[in-house]
């Protein structure tokens, strides 16, 4: 319905209370505005709902606030409607006036479109015949079409039979040569240079002529396979098959009777030609065969002759060196002119591989079948040479290819690759792990050191039998008659293992004498049998294996890897160096077990301290004036292995200062303890006794101090024992060691030096 006209306009309070004056309060913000959480924007969103709205506000919004704020907004959408309809009062009053008589004005316009909706619907379905018939006479068009090209492929298929029959009867017709001798010697043998030379000259042009037609023919039925592949379940090619299957064997059987005579008389021309028909038709395989059969195999049977059977018939055994050598040869003389047509450039022919499935198919076959013993790792000398003769003699082949793309293809054959794991190097090196790894063993494994006999001018080598073979071993590893460049890793990790394997033989039997227990293990019964000087041995040689590895070893081994890339040789450098320190780290270990031998021996003198107290303990005897006999036995065993042969001969000045250092303070060590022991116990005995006598004094009336001006035992122990220790001292710095830096020292004279003695240790 409309509005009237001539009503008054609307007044706000006809629709709802007037809003809130849009006043400021006392800080500049309207009295009327909305909090921040209220977005008037969402009311007018498309996909509103009041529901999920109010859910998310009632989280932190009270319901009465959110009801305020909903009706203070609603009063000002009303106040805002009223001030809308008053400004524009006048066209709301015309807006009723223009819609009288709308439905009548609807009709007149109804019946024209529904007019014009028909017209496009009879013209669309005109459209669509048009497009039916159309579309049909494309699909026929596309029919005829297909028929028409499968009518020509027909007809060309029989013109190529028909083209390849007739090519075929040309190529009989063309004079056959005499290849029974008769173009080469008269009726009664006898050969002139004339008539030689021209038939010659006949033959030639003959197998020239010949070849060019098998090319031409070849050609076709390569264009007669095409035919066949894309219509071959067509009848008339059916019928026509036999056909073509009897001119593809007469092809094959000319080309081939063709291409051994080229290969015979060397016809460049005739081979050449021979070849691009035998790529034409995709029968490179024949063309090797017959190459394979016709000149390699002879050649081959030359140097390693052999039957069916396989039998023998060289002088050589089964060493290939010799026989690789007359074969490269015979390739140089008899191979080479096929080699280099097969490798003319731009010339189609590279699809062949001569090198591979002609030549290195035939003396693969020739050493499996007559001398299939060199490819037996038994032997690992003789399998080691035999192999790197036979990458040698690949390698010769490879040079024969024209470019880097050709070597890349002759290496990915199947006859190399079948060749290359002809050779079980796994199994070779397994041979070999075991007779350097058994070498080692069975010089460890002995229940003593073997000390090897030196002269006054061998004292930078080593003494021990088990640390010469442990060189000879890594040595070895790294032999040219014994590693293999392509396992190179493996005797890397073979080396690291035999430097390992001889560390850990020094370490657990250092660690079974600590224990004094050999743990039924042979291995071990070296450490407790050996004496301190045997373990000079062992430091000198650790030393010298250590210079070694980490010396000469380390540059002979880059010079053998000098083909590796640096990111290869720095973590066998850093490997081999790391073998060679864990070496040198042991040698601490033996100057600590040889230390322990030295403190134990002097352990024997020391408890002579007993002694002392059993010569003061209830005797008169007088406070002592000189030093204990046993004081100079206590460093005699450490002196006697420092002044020895083998210290002198083996041991640095460095490795005798640290052990000597070392003993010094175990030795000075038990000492201490034992000294104070003997003094504490001698004061609480003296104590006690002090105390006994003094209450039996008491009960007797006696004077207490009856014994106060005498001598105590325990201070005549503590004379007798620092009259020792400044012997002891003496002593120690006569091996070159300063007692007063000892701690243990510095405790034992805090132990028994007088008070007037106590500030300074000086003897």
Avoid at 16 to 22: A, L, Q
Avoid at 53 to 67: H, Q
Avoid at 322 to 343: G, H, P, R, V, W
Avoid at 723 to 731: A, P, S
């Amino acid at each position: 319905m409309g509005i009237q006209q001539g009503q008054p306009p609307v007044t706000s309070q006809q629709l709802s209370t007037p809003p809130r004056t849009n006043t400021a309060d006392l800080f500049g913000d309207p009295i009327d505005s909305h909090p921040l959480w209220f977005k008037q924007s969402s009311f007018l969103s498309p996909d509103f709902d009041s529901e999920s709205y109010i859910s998310d506000l009632r989280t932190f919004v009270p319901f009465e606030t959110l009801r305020s704020e909903l009706q203070s907004h609603q009063s000002s959408l009303k106040h805002e409607l009223v001030e809308l309809i008053n400004r524009d009062y006048a066209d709301f009053v015309n807006l009723s006036t223009k819609l009288v008589d709308v439905d009548a004005a609807v009709l007149r316009m109804r019946a024209p479109l529904i007019e014009i909706r028909e017209k496009i619907l009879g013209f669309r379905g005109a459209v669509e015949g048009s497009l039916v018939s159309l579309q049909g006479g494309l699909r026929q068009r596309a029919e005829a079409s297909a028929a028409r090209e499968i009518l020509e492929l027909l007809i060309d298929t029989s013109h190529v039979v028909s083209k390849v029959e007739k090519l075929i009867k040309e190529l009989h017709s063309v004079p056959a040569d005499a290849s029974n001798g008769d173009l080469h010697t008269t009726e009664n043998g006898h050969v002139t240079n004339g008539i030689s030379t021209q038939h010659s000259e006949i033959g030639t042009i003959r197998r020239e002529t010949q070849s060019m037609l098998l090319e031409r023919i070849a050609s076709e039925m390569n264009r007669l396979k095409f035919y066949f592949a894309h219509a071959k379940n067509l009848p008339f090619i059916e019928n026509m098959e036999r056909r073509i299957q009897n001119a593809s064997s007469l092809l094959d059987t000319s080309l081939g009777h063709c291409f051994v005579d080229g290969l015979i008389h060397k016809d460049a021309n005739a081979v050449y030609n021979c070849l691009r028909a035998y790529a034409a038709v995709d029968n490179t395989k024949n063309a090797e065969e017959i190459f394979r059969s016709t000149v390699v195999a002879p050649l081959v049977q030359k140097v390693i002759p052999y039957t069916s059977s396989g039998v023998v018939g060289g002088s050589n055994g089964d060493e290939l060196e010799e026989d690789y050598k007359q074969i490269k040869n015979l390739i140089a003389q008899d191979c080479t002119f096929l080699l280099e047509i097969s490798s003319t450039e731009n010339s189609g022919l590279h699809v062949f591989s001569f090198l591979a499935n002609s030549i290195l198919k035939e003396v693969v076959w020739a050493i499996q079948q007559g001398k299939p013993g060199a490819f037996a790792p038994g032997r690992p000398t003789e399998f080691l040479k035999n192999y790197k003769s036979s990458l040698g003699f690949l390698a010769d082949l490879e040079g024969y290819c024209p470019s880097r793309s050709a070597v890349a293809n002759f290496r990915a054959e199947g006859v190399y690759v079948d060749f290359i794991k002809q050779w079980n190097i796994g199994v070779y090196f397994r041979l070999r792990f075991q007779e350097i790894a058994a070498s080692l063993d069975s010089a460890l494994v002995n229940s003593s050191l073997t000390p090897i006999p030196k002269s006054d001018s061998d004292d930078g080598n080593m003494t021990l039998k088990q640390s010469v073979t442990l060189l000879e071993c890594l040595d070895s590893c790294w032999r040219e008659d014994v590693l293999v460049l392509s396992i190179s890793d493996k005797f890397l990790r073979l080396t690291l293992q035999l430097i390992s394997r001889y560390a850990n033989w020094v370490s657990a039997g250092l660690s079974a004498r600590r224990n004094r227990n050999s743990s039924s293990n042979p291995s071990f019964e070296w450490a407790l049998s050996a004496a301190p000087d045997d373990f000079v041995y062992i430091i000198h040689d650790l030393d010298y294996l250590s210079a070694e590895v980490c010396g000469t070893y380390i540059p002979h081994v880059l010079k053998i890897l000098n083909s590796c890339p640096p990111q290869v040789l720095n973590p066998v450098e850093t490997s081999i160096l790391q073998g060679g320190q864990s070496l040198k780290d042991l040698i601490p270990s033996v100057i600590d077990s040889i230390i322990e031998t030295l403190v134990e021996k002097s352990n024997e003198e020391l408890k002579q301290l007993h002694g002392i107290v059993a010569a003061y303990r209830l005797t008169k005897k007088p406070p002592p004036v000189r030093h204990s006999h046993y004081v100079s036995g206590v460093l005699r065993p450490l002196k006697v292995f420092v002044e020895g042969e083998r210290a002198g001969r083996y041991l640095t000045r460095e490795m005798k200062d640290k052990l000597i250092e070392g003993a010094a303070v175990k030795i000075t060590g038990r000492y201490n303890d034992m000294a104070a022991d003997i003094v504490n116990t001698a004061r609480k005995t003296e104590t006690s006794l002090k105390r006994i006598r003094q209450g039996a004094q008491r009960r007797a009336g006696a004077s207490s101090d009856i014994s106060d001006h005498n001598v105590s035992e325990t201070d005549r122990i503590c004379m007798q024992l620092f009259l020792d220790i400044q012997e002891y001292g003496r002593n120690l710095g006569g091996l070159g060691v300063e007692a007063a830096k000892i701690p243990a020292y510095g405790s034992l004279w805090q132990l028994v030096a007088p008070q007037d003695r106590q500030g300074e240790i000086r003897f």
